[in-house]
């Protein structure tokens, strides 16, 4: 069976030209960085390659990129690296309810050190207003951090506006880009945030190689202990292999973004209008015009997003759903109910998202299978009355 | 995650028996709510004590689809106590297992059955047509403190005592 994967916000396949730098650092250049022969010198060569690359990814300076290990260490790290170096300033944080598990749950850890977190609500399209956060910033705040992108629906938050707000009280700003960095422009002097997290796998990196921004003069504290690699900001031994992997899939990102953006609001529009047209009751989320170009996020009523997924993964197509039954916690996604989604509906949440790679006729074939399959459910459901037209 | 279901459960759910409404049923039952992912409907057929057909429709995942189906196949021709009797376990047995996570569908297909069948008593005792009994929900299981350790009951991990919350999936555990 062709199988047809549009579940890029989990992770992506692995650019080959990528897998071709990294392979020789899995064999003969086995190196460690910090070694000063000549096994050393070109493992390190390599990583500070790899940064150079990514700082200009996102036109940063090559010393103001931290290696890590992947995106919920990158958020870790910021969120509550900069408050515990912070603590003696004060001990207040302001975010959205629509962040990243490892920002939701790095939450009730910091609370739990006697940190304060003030929640800033979203609207309909998962939308924060900077006015927002600027009301719940108090003379007792040391972190704001708030998403670039929201991967579940999509939209692109106005992170330059709350930015400057920081900037102007005196408050240090960390966003979570992971799912925006590498897919759409994204430039750290222009946004003016202190902090920013990325990773490899969401621009067809490698797992396993990720990494934080961290503007000069920021005040963190270190999540690990140990050597001082990473100029003594994250101990450890590099991954040296999946860097460099991230270090060509920034440079191809940062070569390829405008075709990119271009191909994925052309396959999006395409999917999202097809789906609107042949299946009924179905609600769109995000905010039009302002969304992640491959991000295609609906909501079929009356049924549950899992069956839909076993049904569309039998067809050999690879989505997404926000539905309760499949998050281990059976908890429905906290995005939708931020966004004040009803439980049912939230529960009947279908998330495509499209990769580079996408070609119009899987688009097609996903709005043709995904039809029939939601009616099929919807005929079994108690909440769907049949229309007699 | 993946979902890995058993080849039973993925029958039931591929091809669900007694899939529909009843235009006149003798009892009505229903269980669970869209916000926790899953709501069933049972109607049945009594005569002489014994359920002679079972129709559903059920909005939830792959495993309540499953249960639904599997508990229909099983009360027909049965009589009402023993109906009475299928627990979820031998519903989950019948379907070869079915994962930690989902053993909460087969509470709620036991129930709405039963719901169904107190509908049909009531209706019999008022000598008038029957109404839909919704059975009362399960508590939320909340968390299992033990000694030195938290049980959490969605993702069947221990934490540790002084968290409380999951440390696997952030769910507030009761003490």
């Excluded at chain 1, 009751?281 to 995000?286: E, I, P, S, T």
Aim: aromatic share 4%; glycine share 8%.
């Amino acid at each position: 069976m062709n199988r047809i994967y549009m579940d890029h916000v989990a992770g992506t396949p692995l650019l080959p030209e990528a897998l071709d730098a990294m392979l020789p650092f899995l064999r003969e250049k086995f190196g460690n960085p910090s070694s000063i022969h000549g096994f050393g010198e070109e493992a390190e060569t390599a990583v500070t390659e790899a940064r150079e690359s990514v700082a200009a990814l996102i036109n940063a300076d090559p010393d103001e990129i931290v290696f890590t290990s992947c995106g919920t260490e990158s958020n870790n790290a910021a969120f509550k690296g900069v408050p515990w170096a912070n603590k003696p300033k004060g001990n207040h944080i302001v975010t959205t309810p629509i962040e990243h598990f490892s920002i939701m749950h790095s939450i009730k850890a910091l609370e739990r050190d006697g940190f304060d977190v003030t929640q800033v609500p979203v609207d309909e399209y998962a939308l924060v207003n900077p006015a927002d956060v600027e009301k719940a910033i108090t003379d007792r705040t040391v972190l704001v951090s708030v998403q670039l992108a929201n991967p579940e629906v999509g939209t692109i938050e106005p992170v330059a506006e709350i930015a400057e707000i920081c900037r102007r009280k005196k408050v240090a700003f960390h966003t979570d880009a992971v799912d925006a960095a590498g897919i759409i422009p994204v430039d750290v002097k222009a946004l003016q945030v202190d902090l920013l997290s990325l990773s490899a796998n969401m621009f067809y990196g490698p797992k396993g190689a990720a990494a934080l921004f961290i503007r000069k003069g920021t005040k963190i504290s270190p999540l690990l202990d140990g050597g001082i690699q990473e100029r003594g900001k994250r101990a450890g031994t590099e991954n040296v292999p999946a860097i460099v992997g991230l270090g060509v899939a920034a440079e191809a990102a940062a070569r390829e973004m405008a075709a990119r953006v271009a191909h994925l609001e052309k396959l999006s529009t395409r999917l999202r209008d097809g789906l609107v047209e042949k299946i009924p009751h179905l609600l769109v989320f995000g905010k039009p015009g302002l969304r992640l170009p491959g991000n295609v996020s609906v909501g079929a009523r009356f049924i549950e997003g899992e069956s839909v997924l076993l049904f569309m993964d039998m067809a050999g197509i690879a989505i997404a759903s926000g539905s309760a039954c499949i998050s281990r916690s059976l908890k429905v996604s906290h995005v939708m109910l931020a966004m004040g989604v009803a439980h049912g509906e939230a529960n009947g949440s279908l998330l495509f998202s499209l990769g580079k790679d996408k070609k119009e006729a899987e688009v097609d074939a996903a709005i043709r299978e995904l039809a029939p399959i939601v009616q099929r459910l919807r005929d079994m459901s108690p909440l769907y009355k049949k229309k007699t037209t | 995650m993946a979902i890995r279901y058993s080849q039973t459960v993925m029958d039931h759910f591929t091809n669900p028996r007694n899939v529909g409404e009843m235009p006149d049923p003798d009892g009505v039952g229903e269980v669970g709510n869209p916000a926790c992912g899953d709501i069933m409907t049972f109607y049945i057929k009594v005569s002489d004590n014994v359920i002679t057909d079972v129709k559903f429709k059920t909005f939830g995942c792959g495993a309540a689809i499953a249960v639904s189906s599997m508990i229909s196949e099983m009360a027909i021709g049965k009589t009402l106590e023993e109906a009475l009797k299928i627990t979820n376990k031998q519903v989950a047995e019948q379907l070869e297992g079915l994962p930690q996570t989902k053993m909460h569908c087969s509470n709620l297909g036991a129930d709405a059955l039963h719901a169904a069948i107190s509908s049909y008593r009531k209706a019999k005792e008022t000598k008038s047509g029957p109404e839909k009994v919704v059975a009362a929900e399960h508590e939320d299981e909340g968390g299992e403190h033990k000694e030195g350790s938290c049980h959490c009951p969605h993702c069947d991990i221990e934490t540790p005592a002084d968290i409380p919350y999951c440390q696997g999936c952030g769910h507030e555990l009761k003490k």
